[in-house]
């Protein structure tokens, strides 16, 4: 069974910092493509972040050089650095990671639980 556990999201002022965490747990093969999707009420979900097994990433041009996303592959982990926060970056953030079970199984799309990130002006 595999799961994504988030961190908790927070309530922060415009201009502050917060930073996301997820973990993936259960028994798998490989982690490819691992990210963070957000999505704010009455919005669809949208891309924030996306890194690679590599180590390449690619933003949203709303949170480039505000955000930073990061992994380790050793503990299957994905974090998400976020300043400057904007009243516009509130949303429920969700982890998500292309994962295989065996060698021979296809990568399938995992999602975290989503936790609460709230900016005040």
């Known amino acids: 069974q595999v799961q994504l556990v988030e961190s908790v999201g927070d309530l922060v002022q415009a201009g502050g910092s917060l930073r996301l965490s997820c973990a993936v747990s259960?028994?798998?093969?490989?982690?490819?493509?691992m990210g963070w999707y957000r999505q704010a009420p009455g919005n669809q979900r949208e891309l924030v972040a996306t890194?690679?097994?590599?180590?390449?990433?690619n933003y949203a041009n709303s949170v480039k050089g505000r955000f930073t996303i990061s992994r380790d592959n050793v503990k299957n982990t994905v974090n998400l650095q976020m300043n400057s926060l904007k009243p516009e970056d509130t949303a429920v953030y969700y982890c998500?990671?292309?994962?295989?079970?065996?060698?021979?199984?296809?990568?399938?799309?995992?999602w975290g639980q989503g936790t609460q990130v709230t900016v005040s002006s």
């Open positions: 998500n990671a292309d994962i295989k079970w065996t060698r021979f199984t296809p990568y399938t799309d995992y």
């Open positions: 259960g028994n798998i093969f490989s982690i490819n493509v």
């Open positions: 890194i690679t097994t590599g180590g390449t990433t």
